[in-house]
């Protein structure tokens, strides 16, 4: 039987096997299980059998967070340019707009206005789908406006993230939303008003050392790849395999880093108790 | 240790050979050689300036990782009048890969923290190459917060070929020691002042990089990745890494153009390991310059101009 651990890394980079298809059934890749795909999607894409998390994209967390799967999209149609003249292997241009044509996102990242059980909140959810979920100036663009919006307005800030980590076709300006973001968490903590930061399969890189582990509260998904250097260069460096279960949700709660290991399905209850903990 | 001579060093290195050899003749046999000497110095000077305009981003990053370049251990002993390194974060251990401590400057008293590369193999094994652990950004920010606490600015150097990947450092929460960092730096209520003194590798260097002002030595590059890996995940092979750092634009020169570099300056004639002393005394003068003109600024105006400093940074259409 496969465990979430034995993931192989090449399901963590870029594949999409883990995407859902909108076919019949679906194969839970840990247990084997085959299963129904309307049955999937009522328990959020968590496989009933073994608790597998299946990858899901922006538009479930949205469906699932926001009361009446309703809300108010920001900066929808920001798109990146290519500030580099970034052509190698590829015209920069080409892959963005292969990520659009794909996704039909512009970004990988949305950002929303909404309520969770009928408390005001904010709330960005990354997309892995769109070149790994990579921060470049978009993103950090997006994520620092959501931030100012959650300043002025006074509404909590929910993050779910999912990244291979800042996105080099940007360089340096890719880097430096990692500050643009955490300066940006700076102010809204000394405004004290609440971040909840959610981390899901996987959140690795600059995601990581910015505002991911930055949350007042953090999440993470069971099983979810969780680290600032990828498995890959670790083993190189290393020249050995790593532990079982290493850089894992788990991994990361036992070493004191996250909350709490929180199941999808319970997720948006789990966010309710801070909302309501705050507004107490 | 043998010297190492990169490729293109390599001609101006023999004439420098014949110069050094001519002046030990006139010292040893009391010979005069002076115009051959003025020849052959008039000559070095117009190849290096014609070879060094030319360099290509790679052969930069090169010149930034050269072994005999001044590491931030080195700029401190010929820049501070006193120096006293401070160790450890408190939580768990000591990192020599980040040093830190108080100094004094021309009578101004400032903290200086740095990444530290070793000189040879064992004292690498001892910085582990300028790639720290989490407990380096943990001790930084330790100390930049004592320097915040006695109200005195902060200069970091930076000089590191990434965080270190390792299977302590991910236990340890390296993400979230470079994170809070940024976090903390972003709103530090005394000025800070970042110089790229060799590489500047990922979130490895924005680590303790997080400053009002942003200067680069001529000869280092600065990017979100290293050229290597950038180019193992692009074209799956890592020997590519002179046209990822083309395509990634790393140097100095590209980082002013870009805008998130506000200084580069000039090294001396053929790169600061050339002429270390030099290079030091260059260095003292712009930081005493850049003191100066953060002392100019009221701390608010700072913090606003460091949260618009970041802000402003990206390019995208609406
Ligand atoms: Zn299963």
Redesign the pocket.
């Known amino acids: 039987m496969a465990k979430w651990y034995e993931r192989t890394e090449k399901s963590i980079l870029s594949d999409d096997k883990k995407e859902i298809p909108e076919g019949v059934w679906k194969k839970?890749p840990?247990?084997?299980?085959i299963i129904y795909y309307k049955e999937l999607a009522r328990h959020q894409h968590v496989?009933f059998?073994?608790?597998?998390h299946f990858r899901i994209n922006s538009d479930h967390y949205l469906v699932m967070l926001c009361d009446g799967g309703t809300y108010k999209e920001y900066d929808a149609g920001m798109r990146s340019g290519n500030p580099l003249d970034f052509s190698d292997p590829i015209p920069y241009e080409e892959q963005l707009a292969a990520a659009i044509q794909k996704t039909g996102l512009n970004e990988a990242v949305r950002t929303v206005e909404s309520k969770l059980n009928g408390m005001s909140i904010h709330l960005a959810v990354m997309d892995f789908r769109f070149i790994g979920g990579s921060m470049g100036s978009v993103v950090g663009e997006k994520i620092a406006r959501i931030i100012d919006r959650s300043l002025e307005k006074k509404f909590p800030l929910i993050i779910i993230s999912a990244s291979g980590g800042a996105r080099m076709q940007e360089g340096v300006l890719s880097l430096m939303q990692m500050v643009k973001t955490a300066s940006r968490l700076a102010r809204l903590h000394d405004a004290g008003i609440p971040y909840i930061s959610v981390l899901t399969h996987p959140t690795t890189g600059g995601v990581t050392a910015s505002f991911a582990m930055l949350g007042d509260v953090i999440f993470a998904e069971p099983g979810a790849l969780i680290g600032f250097a990828g498995p890959r260069v670790i083993r190189q460096t290393i020249g050995e395999e790593l532990p079982e279960g290493f850089q894992t949700a788990e991994f990361l709660l036992k070493k004191g880093f996250v909350d709490a290991v929180v199941d999808r399905r319970n997720l948006k209850k789990s966010i309710d108790e801070v909302l309501k903990f705050y507004y107490a | 240790m043998a010297k190492i001579i990169l490729d293109f060093e390599r001609e101006l290195t023999e004439i420098e050979a014949l110069i050094r050899d001519l002046k030990e003749r006139e010292n040893l046999y009391n010979e005069n050689h002076q115009d051959q000497i003025h020849e052959l110095e008039k000559e070095f000077e117009s190849l290096a300036k014609k070879t060094y305009a030319n360099l290509n981003r790679w052969q930069r990053v090169q010149l930034a990782r050269h072994p005999d370049r001044p590491y931030t251990l080195d700029y401190i002993q010929q820049i501070a009048d006193t120096w006293m390194e401070l160790h450890g974060d408190r939580r768990f251990a000591d990192d020599p890969a980040i040093v830190g401590g108080i100094a004094q400057i021309a009578e101004t008293g400032v903290m200086i923290i740095g990444h530290q590369k070793g000189r040879n193999v064992k004292e690498n094994m001892i910085r582990n190459f300028g790639m720290p652990q989490p407990e380096g950004y943990r001790k930084a920010l330790r100390l930049m917060k004592l320097s915040e606490k006695f109200n005195k600015p902060i200069i970091t150097f930076i000089d590191t070929p990434g965080a270190y990947p390792g299977l302590g450092a991910e236990e340890r929460g390296q993400g979230e020691a470079i994170a809070r960092n940024l976090f903390e730096m972003s709103r530090l209520r005394v000025p800070i002042l970042s110089i790229v003194i060799g590489e500047g590798a990922s979130g490895g260097a924005l680590g303790i990089g997080v400053a009002d002002r942003l200067v680069m030595l001529e000869h280092t590059w600065y990017s979100v990745i290293t050229p290597e890996g950038c180019a193992s995940i692009l074209f799956r092979d890592a020997t590519r890494a002179p046209q990822a750092a083309e395509a990634m634009k790393v140097t100095a020169q590209d980082l002013f153009d870009l805008g998130i570099a506000d200084r580069v300056i000039q090294e001396p004639l053929g790169g600061a390991h050339r002429n270390p002393l030099k290079m030091a005394e260059i260095l003292k003068r712009v930081i005493l310059e850049e003191l100066q003109l953060l002392k100019s600024f009221s701390l608010d105006e700072l913090l606003e101009q460091r949260l618009n400093k970041y802000g402003q940074v990206g390019v995208y259409e609406e």
Do not use: A, L, T
Request: charged share 20%; hydrophobic share 0%.
């Open positions: 839970c840990q247990c084997g299980e496989c059998k073994c608790n597998y």
